[in-house]
């Protein structure tokens, strides 16, 4: 069994920073790409940012210059660096992986940006 566990949300205000990180544990033989998505109230789930299979990163065009995707392969762990936050950052954020060709969620993560 695969468990993504996610920390480092909270409430920030407009132009501060936050780091979450997400560790997967379990029954991992290959970590195939990881990263974050974001789902704010009355909107669609939606891409941040991934690793790709590739060994890509792609960031969704809001993020680009402010957010940075980075990862710890021995530890099976990936980082979202934000900083500039905006009100419209505000929203659950999910860490995602493809471990061994399976799909994998974390719990969610309540990132708030208000002054």
């Known amino acids: 069994q695969v468990q993504l566990v996610e920390s480092g949300g909270g409430l920030v205000q407009p132009g501060g920073s936050l780091t979450l990180s997400c560790a997967a544990s379990?029954?991992?033989?290959?970590?195939?790409?990881m990263g974050w998505y974001r789902q704010a109230p009355g909107k669609q789930r939606e891409l941040v940012a991934t690793?790709?299979?590739?060994?890509?990163?792609i960031y969704a065009d809001s993020v680009k210059g402010r957010f940075t995707c980075s990862r710890d392969n021995t530890k099976s762990t990936v980082y979202l660096q934000m900083n500039s936050l905006k009100p419209e950052d505000t929203a659950v954020y999910y860490c995602?992986?493809?471990?061994?060709?399976?799909?994998?969620w974390g719990q969610g993560t309540q990132v708030t940006v208000s002054s």
């Open positions: 690793f790709t299979r590739a060994g890509t990163t």
């Open positions: 379990g029954s991992i033989f290959r970590v195939y790409g």
């Open positions: 995602n992986a493809n471990i061994d060709a399976q799909a994998y």
